[in-house]
């Protein structure tokens, strides 16, 4: 459905989308990740027609629409401030774009109510905007995007402006209407829960170069290195040399010895061993992936808490832990533990 071939973006010399490459499915919801400067709305601009690339190209179903402006592509685009007319009903909101693109009063009338039943504004067409909540105001904003039958819908941080209850509710009910739909989309996020939870697959951005495409599963098990996996979760990484490589490759570290699982790097490389702090387990005996040190503190966080242990090489290791299980003592000496399935290799 959307194709970006080698697309770059300069402001001023200075180079804010970087030959980025990638290609989104037909129906499938894709996210664009990364934090402040990365890239990511620059790149949704221009697949919208809003910013012209200096370099590249887009195709939108095989068809080259680079020059194309934004009021030409079958591309509508949910924006982050939503851009709601104040002086129009939710009715005349969401029916505005048929009646640009000509579609008769009978017609627009039953595609207006199709969108208040589908998001569930139902009775609430005559109302102003202004009368809304932030919630209901977004899925009018969506409802409008949506009526028009586009070929691919841009979304903006459509839910950065909600509360965190009502984001979680409306971003379940936003998934549930594109899924539904069956529409073809693009999402810019920088938060990390929202992108694992809603896509099918992310493109993690880093100073406007894309740094991995994958599933949300497979961006967080197997990240291509430090920066992708801190960025999608929390991680202890500890700095470690490959003493053997191969189907079971052992690491030296600072503390001891723990076995990581195959790998290709060659012996005497220097790796980041990564491992999720919901991986690491308070263990009672000694053995390979087995790290002794004490614990200097204890965070308590409703369902579970964060145990932090000091190794005696000063490297800190965070687990954590049902908050019903029996907590050790700060100051106590520990056992840290984890599989070796869990560990992530990441090239220093």
Known sequence: MLALERVSVGYGGVAAVRDVSLAVDEGEMFCLLGGSGSGKTTLLRCIGGFLAPTGGRVRLGGVDVTAEPAHVRDVTTLFQSYALFPHLSVAENIGFGLARRG?????????????????????????????????????????????????????????????????????ADLTSVLRGQGTTSVLVTHDRAEAL???????????????QVGTPEALFQHPVNRFVAGFLGDVVLLDAVVRQSGAETLLDLAD?????????????????????????????????????????????????????????SGAAVRLIRPAELARPKVGETVRAGWAAGSVMLLES
């Open 103 to 171: 579609v008769g009063r009978t017609a627009r009338a039953a595609r207006v109510a199709e969108m208040l039943a589908l998001v569930r504004l139902e009775g609430m067409e005559r109302r102003r905007i202004s009368q809304l909540s932030g919630g209901q105001q977004q899925r009018v904003a969506l409802a409008r995007c949506l009526a028009p039958r586009p070929r691919l819908l841009l979304l903006d941080e459509p839910l950065s402006a909600l509360d965190p209850e009502l984001r979680a509710a409306t971003r």
């Open 197 to 211: 939870a809603v896509a099918d697959r992310i493109g993690l951005l880093q100073g406007g170069r894309l740094v």
């Open 256 to 312: 001891g010895v723990a076995l990581a699982g195959a790998s290709v790097l060659a012996p005497g490389a220097r790796v980041w061993l990564g491992v999720r702090p919901e991986r690491i387990r308070l263990v009672d005996a000694a053995g390979l992936n087995v790290l002794e040190g004490v614990v200097e503190a204890l965070t308590f966080a409703g369902a579970t808490v964060e145990v932090g242990v000091r190794l005696p």
